[in-house]
């Protein structure tokens, strides 16, 4: 069984930063681009992040380019996601996501929160 899980979530004051990790189990973890994806209230997801397998490549969304900065770890089956120089428009559940067989999986997500 797919399983992703996030943390690193909180609130942080604007230009703050916070580490977001998703723990991966039930596929094989290096076999797969990962993404990660946000949803502030009230509006639709939105795609922040993804990195190839091997983390060789990542792409961001304009929104956050020169401030979030994804990584993955294959030993530990984990991604990441470095944000720093948080705005309020970041605020926003966080998502991790891989697309297997054609079927997407989501975790539960983790709250970020920027606010003064």
Known sequence: ??????????????????????????????????????QAPGKGPEWVSAINTGGGSTYYADSVKGRFTASRDETKNTVYLQMNSLKPEDTAVYYCRVVRLNRAYWGQGTQVTVSS
């Open 1 to 38: 069984e797919v399983q992703l899980v996030e943390s690193g979530g909180g609130m942080v004051q604007p230009g703050g930063s916070l580490r977001l990790s998703c723990a991966a189990s039930g596929f094989t973890f290096s076999s797969y681009d990962m993404s990660w994806v946000r």
